[in-house]
């Protein structure tokens, strides 16, 4: 299905025909069509010869050949198929006496084996799910339950429903035993779908501008579509968000034109990035023709578990049905051994099955599949019999049931069998051959065996699976520890060598080596796993491969590799926004480090990742470092240095001393500003030097300068080319403009930074914009239209992970809901910023917080409905002055002053707010802003009147 029609499909329909003529039955049967479809689709057709023993072999290949699933191994045309049926009918070697059954025909195929059974209820729920999917109400079904509960078998009846519906299938899966590829379903899916679409120009279409991104996970798009454009990188986690809009945005895309369905398997084994994405994608597709359907063994979840923790989040959002599959009750035990042996059993052999089973749908197959092979069932003149009930000798475990049937395969067939556990759920009969002792025939037959045995069975191509996993769990269990090891060093060493003429997994690389016991090379191939799950921005995973090399290295005794191990996983959590974490593991390569440059380096960047949370020692590393570094020889990192024990002081309120530290890094790198070209380590440092001088400027409450400074950071990024000094220099100039009372011109400049936002994709620059504008619309009397602007802004915050920007806008938000008399809704969302303000731990952040709930009680105090609300504002006015009283934020106190001062006038303190309008006068004075000498004013009116 999904695949272009030709001639082969004629082929197939001949072979239904001769198979019904031959047996007198169709190869599949059921009680609805799309069942019917099903099994076509999927299910392997009972050999003709178990219906009609005297069928000449001859005939019964041509029609099993016929009826292959993959029409490339059908005949390739009628006048082929013609020829074959002409010399089987001459061919007296395919003659056999009647009740005689050839042993080229495996008395497992003689089972049904592709029927639903028992599950119509979940069906149909799954199906009206996927009905609403198609009006465009997008949604997930998570189908879970144990081990063998059937829960793959449903997903597959799920897709056919939605194949035939005309929809786009994607599926992908995770795996155990095995290194994770990052996003590995996605990976799966894309790969699959541009293989299979040939017109390049469609899935131009399809991808758009979303097409580099995707490339991330299928890089044969690069090929067939690119080269793609260079642009300016974001922040990494801008950019991760960006390449999860490129997923979401090619599976709308798709949903337009023909309704989607994506399926991920053993989402138990998904790696963070897969279940961050998926997510993401449930978010963004609830309007689109779109149903995600994932599949998951409730026994592998804790309440650890990321999948467990995600699952809580997705039913709280209502992103999610859960399909739960309980295992059967007798009677669909009987209804299942009856499908699988095509024929009615009776109540006491269904009776004994299901008392060993407990009705687990997989243990009830395999226990039939090995009383089969035991004799205990067997098929005598075109039906079964079996041994009474009381002579069965039933396994009592899904191990032990395997553990049968690997025994009547043949030892040689075991021992490659172990191998393909080792490579994984899926192989290929290429990496088989490159890991593997034995030579290709013996190889061959024993993937015939295995493949006649049911343990396994063929898929496309040269490919492979396990027809279940607990089949590669027994096999990869059972191994000793010596035996386990030397199959690996195997496996990767076979990798390896296919490594020199194709593209390889450096992930299995790693995996297969650190399992080997060999550490260098495991270090080697974990590092680069490490570098490719950062490409695609699977922090998660690259924090792991780093973990997985870091190990090696202690292994190994190498110092200079735990040290640099432990760097690169600091950097990762940097990249992650997980800033303590980062620092945790500067601070242990600092103990591996010797070399004076290493230590600066470390040291600069354990004070980087303390700085948000202003401890101390950050400053001690930065001081450290600055005894070591040489302005003349090293200026642009001593001014690094410089700007970020800066930040230390101005996050603290400190900003004189922040403001004489950053002129000190301007006059460092003034020179290669004024170069002709820029380093791309020189860009950043130097953005965030003019960056951080607006800033502090404007907390000492001189916008001037602060505004000379945003006009520096323009300069150079235009000159440069730099993006994000130019979207830096125009947020301090929009953010001063509402500051001095120019509300227009800060929309003007807002304009200007969305449109270099736009170019950058950036919605961390978006954020900062919606905060300011908010501010100038309210401003200028626009209150619901601010509100707009705040709430977009902590849309995109929240998907960023934006908690200062956040917090601020929730500041802006509870102001403009009491302007509107929404006493009680600004009042809940004041009193909530003000916890996650103090969880922050940032000065301004958490004012903000204190002065927002401050208003919002004395515009309740105001409209005389809320008994004791002036004397909370004034309480919270003190809070917050007590909290900026050891600082020098002058932009706090402007903002702080009018409001504290209205406050006291309300209560009759007609003195206590003469002396704090003295007070706020001189600090006017001090400051460049024409709003706060006309509010001085203002004040001193209402005091004095």
């Known amino acids: 299905m999904g695949q272009t029609v030709d001639g082969r499909a004629d082929l197939y329909a001949l072979g239904v025909l001769l198979y019904e003529l031959t047996t007198g039955r169709v190869p599949f049967t059921g009680d609805d ?25 001859r005939l019964e290949a041509i029609i099993i050949r016929l009826l292959a699933k993959d029409p490339a191994q059908r005949f390739a045309s009628a006048t082929e198929t013609r020829a074959a049926l002409l010399a089987s009918l001459t061919d007296g070697d395919g003659d056999t006496p009647s009740g005689e059954t050839h042993v080229a025909v495996a008395i497992l195929e003689a089972l049904s084996r592709g029927r639903l059974i028992g599950r119509a209820t979940e069906l149909n729920e799954a199906r009206e799910l996927w009905q609403r999917a198609r009006e465009g109400r997008g949604h997930a079904v998570l189908l879970s339950g144990e081990p063998g509960a059937g829960k793959t078998r449903l997903a597959r009846e799920l897709t056919i429903q939605a194949a035939v519906d005309g929809a786009l299938v994607l599926t992908g899966g995770c795996y155990e035993y095995e290194a994770t ?56 986690h801008e950019e991760r968000l960006l390449f999860f809009d490129a997923v979401a945005k090619v599976f709308a895309n798709i949903a337009q034109r023909q309704s989607l369905m994506f399926y991920a398997d053993d989402l138990h084994w998904a790696d963070h990035g897969t279940l961050w994405l998926l997510g993401h994608l449930l978010r963004q597709l609830r309007t689109e023709r779109v149903l995600i359907v994932g599949s998951y063994r409730e026994t592998e979840l ?26 059967f009750d007798q009677n669909e035990t009987g209804d299942q051994l009856g499908a699988l042996l095509g024929e009615q059993v009776s109540g006491e ?40 009930v009381d002579e069965l ?20 067939t075991n021992e490659v069998l172990r191998v393909c556990a080792i490579l994984g759920k899926v192989f290929t009969f290429e990496e088989l051959s490159s890991a593997a002792e034995q030579n290709e025939d013996a190889l061959l037959d024993a993937l015939d065996e295995a493949s006649g045995a049911q343990l396994i069975s063929a898929g496309s191509g040269d490919s492979f699976s396990f027809t279940h996993d607990k089949i590669r769990e027994v096999l990869y269990e059972e191994l000793n520890p010596i035996r386990r090891r030397r199959l690996h060093r195997h496996v990767a060493e076979g990798l390896e060598r296919r490594c ?11 995996h297969h080596y650190i399992q080997a016991g060999d550490h260098e090379r495991g270090l080697k191939y974990a590092k680069q796993a490490a570098a490719e799950a950062e490409r695609v921005f699977a922090f998660d995973e690259a924090i792991a ?131 002709e070209s820029i380093s791309t380590f020189a860009a950043p440092i130097i953005a965030q030097i003019y960056a951080y001088l607006a800033g502090v400027h404007q907390h000492l409450g001189l916008f001037e300068d602060a505004d000379v400074w945003a006009r520096h950071a323009i300069a150079f990024g235009v000159k440069h080319n730099v993006l994000f000094a130019q979207a830096s220099g125009n947020e301090f100039l929009g953010e001063d403009a509402v500051h001095r009372g120019d509300y227009e011109g800060s929309l003007k400049f807002g304009e200007r930074e969305i449109e270099i936002a736009e170019k950058l994709h950036s919605r961390e620059r978006r954020v900062w914009v919606h905060l300011y504008q908010s501010s100038a619309h309210f401003h200028l009397g626009e209150t619901e239209r601010a509100i707009q602007e705040i709430q977009r802004g902590i849309e995109l915050a929240e998907s ?27 009042l809940e969302i004041a009193t909530a910023n003000v916890e996650r303000a103090t969880a922050i731990g940032l000065l301004y952040t958490h004012f903000e917080a204190l002065r927002a709930l401050a208003d919002v009680h004395f515009k309740r105090a105001l409209s005389g409905m809320y008994e004791g609300a002036l004397d909370q504002a004034a309480d919270v006015c003190r809070q917050a002055e007590d909290l900026i009283a050891p600082s020098e934020s002058r932009v706090s106190r402007l903002w702080l002053g009018p409001l504290y001062i209205e406050v006291l006038l309300a209560q009759n303190k007609r003195d206590e707010a003469r002396e704090k309008l003295t007070e706020y006068q001189s600090l006017v004075a001090e400051c460049q802003t024409p709003r706060f000498t006309t509010e001085a004013t203002r004040l001193s009116t209402l005091v004095n009147n």
Not at 195 to 201: G, I, L, P, W
Not at 371 to 386: C, D, F, M, Q, T
Not at 501 to 507: F, I, K, N, S, Y
Not at 575 to 580: F, N
């Open 393 to 412: 000798v039933i396994p009592q475990s899904v191990k032990e049931a395997i553990g049968h049937r690997l025994n009547r395969v043949s030892s040689d």
């Open 349 to 388: 052999f269904a009776l004994a099955v299901h008392r060993e089973t407990e009705g687990n749908p997989f243990f009830v197959e395999e226990v039939l599949k090995a009383l089969i092979e035991r004799g205990s069932v067997r098929r005598e003149s075109g039906r079964w019999r079996r041994c009474g």
């Open 33 to 57: 069509p799309l069942t019917i479809v099903s099994q076509h689709v999927h299910a392997p057709v009972v050999p003709p010869r178990v219906l009609r023993p005297d069928l000449p072999r």
């Open 545 to 675: 491969a780093y973990s997985r090399a870091l190990n090696c290295a202690e292994a190994m005794g190498s110092v200079a590799e735990q040290l640099a191990q432990e760097e690169a996983i600091g950097k990762v959590y940097m990249m992650h926004g997980e800033t303590v974490l980062a620092g945790e593991h500067f601070e242990r390569a600092l103990q591996y480090a010797e070399d004076p440059a290493t230590r600066v380096r470390l040291q600069c960047q354990a004070a980087a990742s303390l700085v948000t949370t202003g401890d101390p020692r950050g400053i001690e590393y930065v001081r450290q470092a600055l005894e070591v570094l040489d302005p003349e020889t090293s200026p642009l990192e001593t001014a690094n240095a410089l700007s970020t024990e800066a930040r230390f002081h101005h996050l603290a309120g400190r900003h004189a001393k922040a403001r004489e530290l950053l002129l000190g890094a301007a006059d460092l790198v003034a020179e290669t500003a004024e170069s």
């Open 302 to 327: 804790d309440r650890t578990h990321p999948l467990a923790k995600a699952l809580v989040d997705w039913n709280r959002e209502r992103l999610i049905t859960r399909i739960v599959l309980r295992r």
């Open 181 to 236: 590829t990052p996003y590995l379903p996605f990976v799966e899916a894309f790969r699959r779908w541009t293989r299979e679409e040939k017109d390049d120009d469609k899935l131009r279409e399809l991808l758009g501008d979303a097409a580099p991104q995707i490339a991330k996970l299928g890089p044969e798009l690069v090929t067939r579509l690119g080269p793609f454009p260079e642009r300016d990188q974001l922040a990494p």
């Open 500 to 510: 020199a003429t194709a593209p390889c997994a450096v992930e299995k690389l790693a």
């Open 800 to 826: 960023i992970g934006e908690k200062r920007a956040l917090s601020l806008l929730n500041t802006n938000l509870a102001i403009a809901q009491a302007k509107l008399g929404q006493f009680d809704k600004a």
